[in-house]
């Protein structure tokens, strides 16, 4: 069975601060894949980036960098330099095997001015 | 190119009334999901298109819930009859044809049952 574990519910920052949303997944497939979706107030799921089990590079995109460890079986998301319009809940998952996600239950960032 | 479209965005019914989700997914994706929100809880993958056929219905919670995708194109999703643990957020999702792609999704149903 396949688990996706996001501990933080909520998150309250103040703009410009740096925030990293936890994720920690469980899978016995030894290739699957990772995902973060976010989810503004307007309710649609957003893709943001996708990772594979067998690449553990880091990446970076703008103010976003995720954070992949196998040994750890986490991955995280940071967002550096917060701003009002990253307010959303942001959502790790997983595919193995199958083709379906398993999602986390989602983190609930707020960004205050 | 346009994305995931679902209708209607929200949906009030009354307990045994049926409801017909409607799902467009993006243009030339093989692939169609069908997920849920119930209140509170996580997105439950219910089940899974290539094309016309139905790959995995695994999640698909009992038989009060008949999915279709005619042709292979947009794809519905009844319930009938509905119940009060019907009420949440259904999402539809589409992926090109292979394994790896990314799932792009729409802005979801919200259902209301009464």
């Known amino acids: 069975a396949q688990k996706v574990t996001q501990a933080q519910t909520e998150i309250s920052v103040v703009e410009k601060e740096d925030v990293t949303l936890d994720c920690v997944y469980e899978t016995r497939d030894t290739t699957y894949y990772l995902f973060w979706y976010k989810q503004p107030p307007s309710g649609e799921l957003v893709f943001l980036i996708r990772r594979n089990s067998f690449d553990e590079q880091n990446e970076i995109s703008g103010r976003y960098s995720w954070n992949f460890q196998k040994s750890t079986s986490s991955f995280n998301f940071t967002i550096t330099a917060s701003q009002v319009v990253d307010s959303a809940v942001y959502f790790c998952?997983?595919?193995?095997?199958?083709?379906?996600?398993?999602f986390g239950s989602g983190t609930q960032l707020t960004v205050l001015p | 190119e346009a994305g995931v479209t679902q209708f209607p965005s929200h949906s009030v019914i009354e307990k045994g009334q049926t409801v017909t989700l409607r799902c467009d997914p993006i243009?030339?994706?093989?692939?169609l999901y069908w997920y849920r929100r119930v209140m509170g809880k996580e997105i439950k993958f219910l089940l899974h298109f290539v094309k016309e056929s139905k790959q995995d219905e695994s999640g698909m919670p009992n038989n009060r819930f008949l999915a279709e995708r005619t042709g292979g194109t947009y794809s519905t999703l009844k319930v009938q009859p509905a119940e009060l643990e019907d009420s949440g957020v259904y999402f539809c999702a589409s992926s090109q044809a292979g394994g790896a792609y990314e799932q792009y999704f729409g802005p979801g149903t919200r259902l209301t049952v009464t």
């Open positions: 998952a997983l595919r193995g095997s199958a083709r379906q996600l398993t």
């Open positions: 243009s030339g994706h093989d692939n």
